[in-house]
């Protein structure tokens, strides 16, 4: 026995080892029996007939049976680097959920009733965040939800000062917005007796006055589930500067290959959402793919929804806080791995 075949009839058992281990433990799925029962039978062929092997594979202009082995080996290497990190992404959502029942359990759990809700996701944010509180309260609304992402700033001190005006929850762990935002959802479909959402920067770029002719258009166009706000319809007022405008515009013609919806401006934070719409609007994506996720559910579930101009006024402290424009990429990446692979 040459140490070869000894090194393939050592995979074998390995192999036959976990696929035991395996089924023991939960079901196998259709396409991973084929993979083992596949890579297992020709790990057999190639340990006790490597000749025939080499007659065979000359009919596919391949001169040995071991460039096979590699080309096979790294399909296999590709497949499971895809299922482990499907894995990764299923634990990182069932921490997720673990942390937004948590929040939930711990909070008052007030039903919320009256027109409207401003759900404001908090991350460090306690340079801005009291007086974004308090523009919303001097406009004479009623009902304000922030959810805490574990700022590790005195953001949660700031807030507890408001707590007979606003409800908070509290995430023991940062999740980024997309999560926070989705524990505010979840709140509401549970305790929200109410007609709209308006989903809010804690960062004070957002204009109020903006939601009165949202919330107008909502009232007389009743086939308009969502608004959306934008930055570059000719109504709309915003300093932002040419770099930036650049990447959200390749963001547009991603947004259309990828989700086939026309949008003028993608990323949207700024929105109004009917509360009967809530069940279709799940978030899953982690970090800053949500906005696209949040697209993609728009076209594929086919809601109506209608983009108004907004006033957006950056200041030094929001830019500061953006991320990096580079970061489209990994946001492209990371919402094609979601959609296509998952």
């Not at 023991?24 to 006790?48: D, G, M, P, Q, Y």
């Not at 408001?162 to 995430?171: A, T, V």
């Not at 960062?203 to 570059?232: A, C, P």
């Not at 200041?315 to 500061?320: L, N």
Request: aromatic share 16%.
């Amino acid at each position: 026995m040459t140490l070869l075949e000894f090194f393939f009839i050592i995979s074998w058992i390995i192999i036959l080892i976990i696929a035991i281990d395996i089924s023991r433990k939960e079901k196998f799925n259709a396409l991973h029996f084929l993979v083992f029962i596949w890579i297992w039978s020709w790990l057999l062929v190639f340990t006790f007939f490597p000749d025939i092997l080499n007659r065979i594979w000359n009919l596919f202009w391949v001169a040995r049976w071991a460039d096979v082995l590699v080309y096979w080996a790294i399909v296999f290497l590709i497949y499971f680097v895809l299922l482990l990190l499907s894995k990764h992404t299923e634990n990182k959502e069932s921490i997720t959920k673990l942390i937004r029942e948590i929040a939930i359990e711990n909070s008052n759990k007030k039903t919320i009733t009256w027109d409207e809700v401003f759900l404001i996701p908090c991350y460090n944010e306690s340079k801005v965040i009291k007086k974004t509180i308090e523009n919303i309260i001097d406009s004479w609304y009623k009902n304000i939800l922030v959810v805490n992402d574990w700022s590790k700033d005195n953001s949660r001190e700031i807030l507890n000062s408001f707590q007979d005006k606003i409800i908070l929850l509290n995430h023991l762990k940062n999740r980024w917005q997309w999560a926070a935002l989705e524990t505010g959802f979840e709140y509401i479909r549970r305790y929200g007796d109410i007609k709209y959402i308006i989903t809010f920067d804690a960062d004070g770029q957002h204009d109020i006055v903006d939601y009165v002719e949202m919330k107008r258009v909502l009232e007389t166009e009743n086939n308009i589930w969502i608004i959306l706000w934008s930055r570059f319809l000719e109504e709309a007022k915003t300093n932002i500067p040419l770099k930036r405008k650049i990447v959200l515009k390749l963001g547009i013609l991603f947004t259309f290959f990828v989700s086939k919806i026309h949008l003028t401006d993608t990323h949207n934070w700024y929105r109004v959402i009917r509360k009967n719409i809530l069940d279709d609007i799940i978030i899953t994506q982690d970090w800053m793919t949500h906005a696209s996720e949040i697209i993609d559910i728009i076209s594929s579930k086919r809601i109506r929804y209608k983009e108004m101009p907004v006033n957006i006024i950056y200041t030094p402290y929001s830019v500061a806080k953006w991320q990096n424009s580079s970061n489209a990429f990994s946001i492209v990446i990371r919402t094609i791995w979601t959609k296509f692979f998952r």
